[in-house]
Each structure stands twice: as structure tokens, then as C-alpha cells.
């Protein structure tokens, strides 16, 4: 293969080792979940029960029409609440909550079991959503959307394992444990989208899992292993695309504009469960792990499990924890109320001693031009913090300001230690009011 480079980038310390010893899952089950109404990108689900009602594991409990993918339970259980609570996203929305009766009780699965060539793209898009799937690396954009706006459009495939956050290793896992569902997952989505080349990306700092996946990939011809230099953002669909082709998504344009479908590597194994098991989403891997929490590992968590209940299993949380975030350091979220669920979305959560990344009180631009180099996106942070300060809406779209995939690049170089991610958030926000208007 040949090797391509992104423009910009940056080596943070990865610390990925630090929830990598414990090798075996341990399934969390509370005995209460907490299941969103909106996981995803698009309408919100209406909800299918009423409180009082009792569910099995696996029942579609929220559907909706348009760009909208239901949500299931993800324990049997009773409904005692349907209301509004506190989401990762930092606002209210709305839940149904079920009390796990214990006894996982689930529904029967409906599996797909006719040879692909078999199938036809319909059917296949159907249990796509049916199951719930949306972009699990963190976009949660509804999968079979997504692979539907693809058909006919793109001639390269892409399942991307860069995971190129700091501390993050639930992808790793998965394709140390099993591989096999990601190349199956591929394998349907090649049968659907019908590309000339399908290729799965890992960065080079996952020795193991590239192990693993060249163990098994002789069962799966047409299908290319590319190892990439590690480098951040390097996981940002762009970026990725970039480094394996060669081609430039232009600003406001989505990857299928250049040919390519990006889907990250656990949304393939959900596929994979989807169609092949017929079970929809109502776990995944998540990742726990940063200096603040006592046994870093990852954990099989059903979807709604309360960030402190995870907390707990891993040893919880030493008492100088400074912050703990949704996500990754550089990209993710940081959570002041541990009631959250997680979500559909949600890889990792990191407990931090430090906030590393954090402003200074008084940030001062040293007009170094460190940001511009290391953007990935050739955008030019110094003049876009300062025109989200000023409200010059107009210089922000000049300069591309909803091109930021909010990568942190700029805000980890930066000398000035100046808040620029948040300002850039807050000055994407005022430009979509400004647009909605
Ligand atoms: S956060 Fe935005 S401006 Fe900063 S480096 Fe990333 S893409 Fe560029
Ligand atoms: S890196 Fe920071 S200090 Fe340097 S030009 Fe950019 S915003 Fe200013």
C-alpha cells in the first residue's frame, strides 16, 4: 500500500498501556439503566412503553420516524420512570428507566441466516436499523443512513481502528478479542456497498491486535490490513482518508464526496451481531481508564449503566480527581454530574488527577503560528479565537469555522495555553443559530 501523510497532527503521550493489563471482559449489569431517548444524530425516539410496563432485554422501547434509529432495553426489568435526565452531551434529555429484575429475560433473536449473495440491500439496511446501530466511535450517526447515502457513491470501504485518542483502547480490545465480528460487519457492508477496495486501518502502537487480525484475515480475501504510523488526529474520518488514499475531503464536504464510506470497528461488529445474530445494541465496550481511577481495564457494559456505578466496579475514584470526561482527553467531554449514562456512543470513560489540557487564567496569543501548522484541517486557530471573541460571525465563516472537527491539536501545542476548542464550540454554535435564523 501505498503511504500517504495528513497535514498537521500531533504525538500526545498515548498512555494506552494503562487499561490494557486486565485481558479478560468483565460484563457490568446494574440494577439500573437509564436509556436516552436520543443517542444519536437526527429525531429523537418517541417512547414504545409506559412506566409500569415490563420489558425483556433486547425490546425495541423508542422509535421515531426520519433520521432516527430506536433504542432498546438493555435489561429485563420494569419501567418506573420516563423523564428527563442528564445526558453526556451536558444537557437534559429524555429516559426511560428500567429496574433490572435480574433475571435477563430477552427477547428472541431474529437472525439473518441466507448466504449474502442471497440477500438483498434492503433487508440487510433494515436490520441495520432495527438493531439500533449508529456510529459508535463517537459521531453516532445512524448506520444504515449512512450506508444507504452511500450506495453507488463510493469505491473505497474503510473500517477504521486508529483509535488515535490518548488512554482509549475499547477498539484495541474488541479486535484482540474478536476480530472476526469487525470482518464480518465488513463483509456485509462490502456486499451492500459493492467497493473496489476494503481496507481496515489500524495505527501501529496495537501490536496485538494486528496480531490477532492477520491470524484470520486469509478467511476473508479482498480485504486489506493497513498499518498506519501513529499519529493524532489520524482517527478523524478526513484525516484517515487522507493518509489511505491520498484524496482531500474539500471544507463542508462528507467523505463519500471523494469516493469513501468511513465506519469505525465496533459499528462493523454491531453490524455483524445485527444481522448475522439478530441482536440489536444494547452493549458495547467501553473503556475506563486515566491516573484518578483505581483499576484502569475495559468493561462489556449494557447501554444506560450510570458513569458512577462503572466507577465503582473499577475501584473508584481517588479524592484528588480533578475531572472526569466522556471520551478522550483531547476530543471528549467532561461530565460534572455522574448520573450519566452510557450511551451508544460512548468508548471511554477517563479520570483525570490533572487536567492537562486546561487554559491558563490569563491566556495571551504569543502569535507563534504553532496552531496553523498542526491544524489537520489547514484552518488558522489564532485568527478564529479571536474572531469568536470579537462575534465577527462573518470572518468565521471566512475562515471555515464548522470545518473544526475540534481535534484539541491547536490547544495541546499552544504556548499560550489559550481555550481554544471551547471558543471554537461556542463560536460553531453561534454560526448554525446564525444560519438557522
Ligand atoms: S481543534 Fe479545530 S482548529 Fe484546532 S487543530 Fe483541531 S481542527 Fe484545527
Ligand atoms: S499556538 Fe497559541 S499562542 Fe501560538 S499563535 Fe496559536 S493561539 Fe497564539
Known sequence: MKKHLFFGGIHPKYNKEMSLGVTAFQRITPSRVVIPLQQHIGAPCQPLVQVGDHVLRGQKIGDGEGLCVPVHASVS?????????????????????????????????????????????????????????????????????????????????????????????????????????????????RHVLKPSRV????????????????????????????????????????????????????????PVSVGCAVFNVSTYAAIYRAVRLGTPLTER?????????????????????PFHDLIEVAGG????????????????????????????????????LKDRNGAAENPVCLRCGKCVNVCPMRLQPLYMYRFVNAGRLDELERLNLLDCIECGSCAFTCPGKLPLVERFRKGKQLLREAKAK
Open 317 to 352: 475514584l481517588n479524592e484528588k480527581t480533578e475531572r472526569v470526561i466522556s471520551g478522550g482527553p483531547m476530543m471528549g467531554f467532561a461530565q460534572s454530574d455522574l448520573s450519566v449514562p452510557v450511551i451508544k456512543a460512548t468508548n471511554s470513560i477517563l479520570c483525570l
Open 199 to 254: 481496507v481496515l486501518a489500524v495505527e501501529d502502537n496495537k501490536a496485538a491486535a494486528i496480531e490477532k487480525i492477520n491470524g484470520i484475515l486469509k478467511n476473508y480475501p479482498g480485504i486489506e490490513l493497513a498499518v498506519l504510523p501513529t499519529r493524532y488526529p489520524q482517527g478523524a474520518e478526513k484525516q484517515l482518508i487522507q493518509a489511505l488514499t491520498g484524496r482531500e475531503v474539500q471544507p463542508g464536504k462528507l
Open 285 to 305: 465496550i467501553v473503556t475506563i481508564s486515566g491516573e484518578a481511577i483505581a483499576q484502569p481495564q475495559n468493561f462489556i457494559v449494557r447501554i444506560g449503566t
Open 77 to 189: 426489568g420494569t419501567v418506573v420512570a420516563i423523564e428527563p435526565h442528564p445526558h453526556t452531551s451536558g444537557r437534559l434529555v429524555n429516559a426511560i428507566v428500567i429496574d433490572n429484575d435480574q433475571t435477563d429475560a430477552t427477547m428472541e433473536p431474529t437472525p439473518i441466516t441466507a448466504p449474502l449473495d442471497q440477500l438483498d440491500n434492503d433487508q440487510i439496511l433494515h436490520a441495520i436499523r432495527e438493531a439500533g446501530i449508529v456510529g459508535m466511535g463517537g459521531a453516532a450517526f445512524p448506520g444504515n443512513v449512512k450506508a444507504l447515502s452511500a450506495m453507488g457513491n463510493v469505491d473505497t470501504l474503510i473500517a477504521n481502528a486508529c483509535e488515535c485518542e490518548p488512554y482509549i483502547t475499547a477498539d484495541d480490545a474488541l479486535l484482540r478479542s474478536t476480530p472476526e465480528q469487525v470482518l464480518e460487519g465488513m463483509t456485509i457492508l
